[in-house]
Nanobody, 125 residues
């Protein structure tokens, strides 16, 4: 059974930083594409960042480029998202996700098969 669990969310002021972590178990995540996505009420889940299994390629949504950094540690079966210079529009529930099989188009939200329960990030103005 594949399990993902996010941690590190919280309340931060504009311009602040947070580091999200995701621990995985029981599945292909450590050898497959992983990503972070987010969702706000009334909107569809949107891609934030993705990383290939070897970390050879990463991709980011335009809205977070230069501010967010995704990384992974396959030995520890974790993936992280370092978020800097946070803005109120970054407020959302953030989800860690992985794919059953590796894929290269990291922004393809529908190709992520397994999801964590999410962690709330709130950025106050």
């Amino acid at each position: 059974q594949v399990q993902l669990a996010e941690s590190g969310g919280g309340l931060v002021q504009t311009g602040g930083s947070l580091r999200l972590s995701c621990a995985t178990s029981g599945g292909p995540c450590s050898i497959s594409t992983m990503g972070w996505l987010r969702q706000t009420p009334g909107k569809e889940r949107e891609f934030v960042a993705g990383i290939t299994w070897s970390s050879s390629r990463v991709d980011y949504a335009d809205s977070v480029k230069g501010r967010f950094t995704i990384s992974r540690d396959n030995a520890k079966r974790t993936v992280s998202l370092e978020m800097n210079n946070l803005k109120p529009e970054d407020t959302a529930v953030y989800y860690c996700a992985c794919a059953a099989e590796p894929f290269s188009s990291l922004i393809a939200t529908a190709k992520y098969d397994y999801w964590g329960p999410g962690t709330q990030v709130t950025v106050s103005s």
